[in-house]
Nanobody, 117 residues
Framework: QVHVVESGGGLVQPGGSLRLSCAASGTISTTMGWYRQAPGKQRDLVASTTTGGSTKYADSVKGRFTISGDIANNAVYLQMNNLKPEDTAVYYC?????????????WGQGTQVTVSS
């Protein structure tokens, strides 16, 4: 059985920092990433990384957020600096296992990040 668990969310003032952690078990990941969903909005990619070391970021977080991790050990982190109120959302971790023409996706339950003064 696959488990994906996030941690590290919380309340922070604008300009502050948070570090999210994600650990997966029961699978072999090829890509891991962070997504976020604000109330009334769709879930969007924040950042992702692959076993090959390539990374992808949403334009809105470039220069402020950094994804890192050890995909081979199913761990990924998101360092979030200079947080803004518009970063407020539930942040979800996704572990993905795939190859040519197929993939499986596993999601965590999410962790709330609130940026407010």
């Amino acid at each position: 059985q696959v488990h994906v668990v996030e941690s590290g969310g919380g309340l922070v003032q604008p300009g502050g920092s948070l570090r999210l952690s994600c650990a997966a078990s029961g699978t072999i990941s090829t890509t891991m990433g962070w997504y976020r969903q604000a109330p009334g909005k769709q879930r969007d990619l924040v950042a992702s990384t692959t076993t090959g070391g390539s990374t992808k970021y949403a334009d809105s977080v470039k220069g402020r957020f950094t994804i890192s991790g050890d995909i081979a050990n199913n761990a990924v982190y998101l360092q979030m600096n200079n947080l803004k109120p518009e970063d407020t959302a539930v942040y979800y971790c996704k572990a993905e296992r795939g190859g040519p023409g197929w993939k499986y996706e596993y999601w965590g339950q999410g962790t709330q990040v609130t940026v407010s003064s």
